[in-house]
């Protein structure tokens, strides 16, 4: 792939970027979200056409404009969320929609012995005649991989395959992948496990804000090397924080201890004081956002123990973690938080409703009021609080966003990336704003892939990595290179230090 250009309305999403593979090898391709690796294999497969640059296969160039046209040269994908039918069989699966035929109909004995032939082959102990959802997600992975190898591929592109699998599974995925390797296969991995990444790849190519940054062998780049690279010599800048925050003696908002959420979170503990500002840091898949959406309420399925105020609670719900004085900013502002065909008035008020209304009506006057009062203290820029939320720029949807959820009145506010997709100016004012909040006595729970975001504005630090506790730092003690060395280090940090 050479200087490929791809434009999205408002964005250039891949800026001139290279890209080659060899037969038999593992080629990584790493970035921060956002850095153009998702875009880069749609191309490659398909999904979206390039706007310029050129495709290379075999010698020859191809242009795709549609996803058939990769698979026929044996181009396959195994995407991180599993596209199979649970209630087929596990050779069903396999070959979806090339069932071998005879007069009669299907052929299912050749069907089940052909795909039992490829199992065997990747030393897999799986049945073919078996309903896929007899097998744990693990297997199911397997299973799509012997998909992809059962087209003739000559590429599979590996996004994110170890997501959900333990050691050991990821053990078993390793070994397929070496027999691949030995048939002449390609192999495009794509994870944010930097030990796997080392493990596995022959050579590893950085995008950053979809623009090409290099291809490095394993050997020649350290992991705080690569780290550096994929967050960028712009964003690695010294930060200063001037908050003058003394928690000694502060109680303690929220209390996470030992919790596990499968696959993504194993153990962690984390705590915020009132009015602190605390900060979650690690690599994207380090498990920061389950964390936030295990407080909240969003993994009813996750274990461990969390304090308010001191308080054991059971939080399943999200309406539990309302009813406890917790408030989430999402990550995903445009599909969980804003409605973007409300009006600001309508997305301020409709997580205060219980203020707001009574015997279930709402009561017009208190909900203007209570528009009127976040319009002016975050200095929301609007004609009017009747216009609706899609008109205003991302910084000030955001803004409605903080307003929504301070409007609830929370003691601990959780902010997962909150200054993604605004500009320079926008992001200052929300930075300030979240200094404010916690200015009142509100604890913050930040979340950000922007290392000098969390160094101008936390008091405390905890760093994670793969779902794990990797090192806490106290301001005096927090620095972008500090941050980084611990995202990379292996040693997981000691219950003493944390609390």
Request: one cysteine or more.
């Amino acid at each position: 792939m050479k200087s490929i250009d791809k434009i999205f309305p408002g964005v250039k999403a891949l800026k001139g970027v290279n890209f080659n593979l060899k037969s038999g090898e593992v080629h990584t391709l790493m970035g921060e979200n956002g850095a153009g690796k998702s875009t880069l294999i749609k191309i490659l497969t398909g999904v979206y056409e390039k706007d310029g640059g050129q495709i290379i296969f075999d010698g020859r160039e191809v242009h795709f404009t549609n996803t058939l046209d990769p698979q026929k040269l044996g181009i396959s994908t195994v995407y991180q969320e599993l596209n199979m039918i649970p209630y087929l069989t596990v050779g069903e699966n396999i070959y979806l929609g090339r069932y071998p035929k005879t007069r009669k109909g299907i052929d299912w004995k050749t069907l089940h012995e052909n795909a039992q032939r490829e199992l065997d082959d990747m030393g897999l102990s799986i049945s073919s005649r078996e309903r896929l959802n007899h097998y744990g997600t693990a297997a199911q992975q397997m299973v799509s991989i012997v998909r992809a190898i059962s087209l003739h591929c000559r590429i599979v592109v590996l996004d994110e395959p170890t997501s959900s699998l333990d050691t050991k599974e990821v053990e078993t995925l390793f070994g397929i992948i070496a027999k691949l390797k030995a048939k002449k296969i390609g192999i495009i991995f794509i994870s944010h496990r930097l030990d796997e990444v080392y493990a596995i790849s022959d050579r590893i190519t950085v995008l950053k804000d979809g623009s090409y940054e290099g291809t490095y062998k394993p050997a020649e780049l350290t992991q705080y090397e690569l780290v550096r690279k994929m967050v960028g010599k712009e964003i690695i800048q010294e930060g200063i924080n001037t908050r003058n925050y003394d928690g000694s003696n502060k109680e303690y908002v929220v209390e996470m201890e030992d919790i596990f959420y499968y696959p993504k979170v194993n153990g962690v503990s984390v705590a915020v004081k009132e009015g602190e500002i605390v900060g979650l840091a690690g690599l994207l898949g380090s498990g920061r956002t389950e964390v936030a959406q295990v407080l909240f309420g969003y993994a009813g399925n996750a274990s461990g123990t969390i304090k308010v105020k001191g308080n054991k609670v059971k939080i399943k719900a999200p309406t539990d973690a309302l009813k406890n004085g917790l408030a989430f900013v999402t990550e995903n502002r445009r599909e969980e938080g804003v409605i973007p065909n409300m009006t600001i008035r309508e997305n301020i008020s409709i997580s205060g409703m219980p203020q707001i209304s009574r015997w279930g009506f709402i009561q017009r006057k208190k909900q203007v009021a209570l528009a009127e009062k976040y319009i002016q203290r975050l200095e929301i820029k609007t004609p009017t609080m009747e216009q609706k939320l899609k008109n205003l720029s991302g910084g000030n949807q955001q803004k409605v966003l903080l307003a929504r959820w301070l409007a609830t009145e929370p003691d601990l506010i959780i902010l997962d990336e909150p200054t993604r997709g605004i500009d320079v100016g926008a992001k200052k004012e929300v930075e300030e704003l979240i200094k404010e909040i916690a200015g009142q006595g509100i604890g913050v729970l930040l979340i950000s892939s922007e290392i000098t975001e969390l160094v101008r504005n936390c008091d405390r630090i905890f760093v994670l990595r793969e779902g794990k506790n990797q090192g806490v730092l106290l301001k005096e003690d927090i620095s972008e290179e500090r941050i980084m060395k611990q995202i990379v280090e292996h040693d997981p940090v000691s219950r003493e230090v944390l609390t």
